[in-house]
């Protein structure tokens, strides 16, 4: 069983940077992948980023693209998700999770294992 605890969050001006980081416990963390969401109010959630277990592969979402990078670290128990120039529909709950251990997905009903969450907001 693999638990996730999220920070990182802040209020920040468009155009700024925030790094989340995802802690994670339990001895499987390694053999999954794992994957950022977001939600904003009233809205479904979506997917942001997710990476291999190895940290070799990674996939982010359209609106994110170029802007957002996801990373892990193994040794650690961490992933962490790099945001720049980011825009106020950026502002949301994101949620790290523990995926499948072959693939990396974008559908959140794939990921077994989810954290509380963390707010991001901006401002423009």
């Known amino acids: 069983q693999v638990q996730l605890v999220e920070s990182g969050g802040g209020v920040v001006q468009a155009g700024g940077s925030l790094t989340l980081s995802c802690a994670a416990s339990?001895?499987?963390?390694?053999?999954?992948?794992m994957g950022w969401f977001r939600q904003a109010p009233g809205q479904e959630r979506e997917f942001v980023c997710a990476?291999?277990?190895?940290?070799?592969?990674?996939t982010c979402a359209d609106s994110v693209k170029g802007r957002f990078t996801i990373s892990r670290d193994n040794a650690k128990n961490m992933v962490y998700l790099q945001m720049n120039s980011l825009k106020p529909e950026d502002t949301a709950v994101y949620y790290c999770?523990?995926?499948?251990?072959?693939?990396?997905?974008?559908?959140?009903?794939?990921?077994?294992?989810w954290g509380q969450g963390t707010q991001v907001t901006v401002s423009s």
């Open positions: 339990g001895r499987t963390f390694s053999s999954r992948s």
């Open positions: 990476i291999s277990r190895s940290g070799v592969s990674t």
């Open positions: 999770a523990g995926g499948p251990s072959l693939v990396i997905v974008a559908r959140a009903h794939d990921y077994d294992y």
